[in-house]
């Protein structure tokens, strides 16, 4: 009951703030809709042998890590196969630190044709999973459209559908914390640049969505957290495609089909992305030495 006045409050507040923008207040849901629940300081009791008594019923789950300190809540998620999975949320662990000092500073600029284009002149392609997929997942989904609603074959086909989708964001994510990993173990500082990637998404659409900036810097912020690493955002406003990495001069003008140019001033050829991670690294460092990064930044759009 506790989590569900703490929903229902979170989501009145909402409606409050919102209901000039046309929000509706909120409505019930219907069970097969409802994908958690939260269990707060009662109602479950942890057994030997990886069970859980939830309610008067017993239930066995496999456990991915050891549950170490105090219980504070325990969440029930339903996915959209039906699979059930328990989150534990617990109190006063301490992390041991972790140290992996390499003096490095790194500038990095995303893109179309190569996910991350690094000031060290290195380049890292993106898989693109959903492209991978795209021809498995319209099948799925034109089989799904053609069975007759209500029926088993319906909702089998469904799950197929579900499962391609899920093939796709587990790939994606588990490239995305092994790069994370690596990227971290490299360098001590990594430079980003601020992305409207709202208005990345209006442009090229789906292929926006299947690069997934968005959560690739989630990821990459937690484990640099972990291992007292620096994630730093630079002004979303710097021109970093248009300044010379060399000598600083500043194009007025510098199209998106353009990939490489010759600076006016030194006449050094600069490739547009490599240009942009080393202009990135310099900024990112220079604010690194102010002190305060987080403060002194602001956050990423989304």
């Known amino acids: 009951m506790q989590d569900i006045c703490q929903r229902i409050e979170r989501a009145y507040q909402l409606f409050f703030k919102h209901h000039k923008k046309g929000v509706r207040p909120p409505g019930f849901k219907k069970v097969r809709k409802y994908k958690s629940f939260t269990l707060k300081q009662a109602g479950y009791k942890f057994l030997g042998g990886n069970r859980v008594k939830i309610g008067s019923k017993v239930y066995q789950y496999w456990n991915s890590r050891e549950i170490e300190g105090k219980v504070k809540t325990l969440t029930i998620k339903r996915t959209t196969l039906g699979e059930l999975f328990m989150v534990v949320v617990v109190d006063n662990i301490i992390d041991p630190e972790v140290k992996s000092e390499t003096s490095r500073?790194?500038?990095?600029?995303?893109?179309?044709?190569?996910?991350?284009?690094?000031?060290?002149?290195?380049?890292?392609?993106?898989?693109?999973?959903?492209?991978?997929?795209?021809?498995?997942?319209?099948?799925?989904?034109?089989?799904?459209?053609?069975k007759k609603k209500g029926s088993a074959n319906r909702e089998r086909a469904r799950k197929n559908l579900?499962?391609?989708?899920?093939?796709?964001?587990?790939?994606?994510?588990?490239?995305?914390?092994?790069?994370?990993?690596?990227?971290?173990?490299r360098f001590d500082v990594l430079c980003f640049e601020t992305l409207n990637l709202k208005g990345m998404q209006r442009l090229w659409g789906r292929k926006i969505s299947d690069l997934a900036f968005a959560e690739f810097l989630?990821?990459?912020?937690?484990?640099?957290?972990?291992?007292?690493?620096?994630v730093v955002f630079i002004d979303p406003w710097y021109p970093s495609s248009k300044t010379c990495s060399n000598c600083g001069h500043i194009l007025k003008e510098l199209d998106l089909s353009i990939r490489q140019w010759r600076c006016p001033s030194c006449q050094s050829v600069n490739g547009r992305d490599e240009n942009a991670a080393r202009n990135i690294r310099t900024v990112g460092a220079s604010t690194v030495k102010l002190g305060n990064v987080r403060q002194a930044l602001p956050a990423i759009a989304v």
């Open 218 to 230: 989630q990821i990459l912020e937690w484990v640099a957290q972990k291992k007292n690493k620096q």
């Open 162 to 185: 579900v499962r391609r989708h899920e093939d796709v964001v587990n790939r994606r994510y588990d490239w995305f914390w092994k790069l994370a990993a690596d990227l971290t173990d």
């Open 105 to 146: 500073i790194a500038g990095f600029d995303f893109g179309l044709k190569m996910f991350l284009t690094v000031s060290d002149d290195t380049k890292i392609a993106s898989p693109l999973f959903f492209k991978q997929s795209l021809t498995a997942i319209k099948k799925a989904s034109r089989q799904h459209s053609q």
